[in-house]
């Protein structure tokens, strides 16, 4: 009886069957532990950014990691997250290869990319983007001390500190005050109370007071000594006052970094005062970079004069509280930076409103029998 056995366009015989029989083994048992064996887990390409990415041990943690791990269990599959290996998110570098964690999942050193990446145009064509999981847009923080809110009209008012100023309206009131008590109590104010007038009213009282502060004097003065004596104290500290108003205001005149009022794209790119700059080779830098609008083409021509680039997030924050430096990045980042930093604050404008996905290699886990991939296109 004679048998025949194809597997894979290979033909044995039951004659030759003795010297096939050990490379027809290694092939059923490929095809076997192909059809028995468990998936392997996604490699998972991220990047360090709070509070998306934070290592914790061997192991990581944050917004991105909990998004991960209710996909896997969703979808049912496990993974092996990494930190990318060059740091960067992804661009194209000079000879037009992609870098960071697009060049990873292009190159399939990585299955997918999970992290606070930015949907683009250009990214989409290396790589396949899920819908958005976060909306965001480009803001800037900077130094409280080196540009003001308020206006330039009222920047008098910043010589002295809030305090300051509530110390001498408190003084103000409590001296007028008191010089109107002595003047109705002591005799020396009126030689006939009956039938002279006492000329500190309450009204005077605070009209005399003021007129010392501004050194023009506002008769009558007072006649009793102890009056006298209040008036006296009154004039040396409103000298006093007067002397460290006019030093502040002169040393302030004289400054080169006078604070700003910068609310906007707009003031930052009309000052030159302030350095700014954004994550090189990063979306944002390309939104500049991109833009029709004259505003943001000047930013970008002064950023890339200037070189004013951070290389990673926290080079960015951290030179935004060291320096005269405005940092340009998204504005969920920055309003993280911010409640953690109390010396910084963010710009009230939002521009350029883009959303974080997830790249994954083009056409890979694009479903063909249905109108959507499990990853949410």
């Known amino acids: 009886m004679r048998w025949t056995l194809r597997i894979a366009g290979y033909k044995a015989s039951s004659e030759n069957s003795t010297m096939a029989s050990p490379g027809l083994l290694l092939l059923v048992a490929a095809v076997v532990h192909l059809c028995t064996a468990e998936p392997q887990p996604l490699k998972v390409t991220t990047i360090k950014q709070e509070p998306y990415t934070m290592p914790k041990g061997s192991e990581f943690e944050g917004f991105c990691m909990d998004l991960l791990a209710a996909l896997a269990e969703k979808l049912g599959f496990k993974y092996n997250v990494r930190l990318v290996k060059d740091g960067k998110y992804g661009a194209k570098d000079e000879r037009g290869n992609w870098v960071g964690m697009i060049g990873e999942v292009v190159r399939g050193e990585a299955d997918l990319a999970m992290a606070p990446l930015t949907l683009t145009a250009v990214r989409e064509e290396a790589v396949d983007m899920t819908k958005p999981f976060m909306q965001t847009g480009l803001s800037f923080v900077m130094r409280n001390d080196i540009a003001s809110d308020d206006s330039q009209y009222l920047s008098f008012l910043n010589l002295f500190s809030s305090e300051m100023w509530i110390s001498l309206l408190v003084a103000y009131l409590l001296t007028s005050f008191c010089i109107f008590l002595v003047a109705r109590i002591s005799p020396s104010e009126w030689s006939q109370p009956q039938m002279e007038e006492n000329h500190f009213t309450i009204a005077h009282s605070f009209w005399?007071?003021?007129?010392?502060?501004?050194?023009?004097?506002?008769?009558?003065?007072?006649?009793?000594?102890?009056?006298?004596?209040?008036?006296?104290?009154?004039?040396?500290?409103?000298?006093?006052?007067?002397?460290?108003?006019?030093?502040?205001?002169?040393?302030?005149?004289?400054?080169?970094?006078?604070?700003l009022s910068i609310k906007s794209f707009e003031d930052l790119a009309n000052q030159n005062v302030i350095e700014y700059g954004t994550l090189k080779g990063s979306s944002s830098l390309a939104f500049f970079k991109n833009s029709n609008n004259p505003t943001y083409r000047r930013i970008y021509e002064n950023m890339e004069r200037k070189q004013s680039y951070a290389q990673t997030m926290e080079e960015g924050i951290r030179m935004a509280q060291e320096g005269k430096y405005a940092f340009i990045g998204e504005s969920v980042s920055l309003d993280l930076a911010v409640t953690r930093y109390c010396n910084l604050k963010r710009c009230p404008e939002i521009i350029g409103m883009r959303g974080y996905s997830i790249a994954v290699p083009l056409g890979k886990y694009t479903s063909t029998k249905h109108s959507a991939s499990p990853w949410g296109w």
């Open 208 to 259: 005399y007071t003021i007129g010392a502060l501004t050194l023009q004097g506002a008769g009558p003065h007072p006649k009793s000594f102890s009056g006298r004596v209040i008036t006296a104290i009154w004039w040396l500290f409103s000298l006093v006052v007067l002397a460290c108003y006019f030093a502040n205001l002169s040393s302030w005149l004289h400054m080169d970094n006078k604070q």
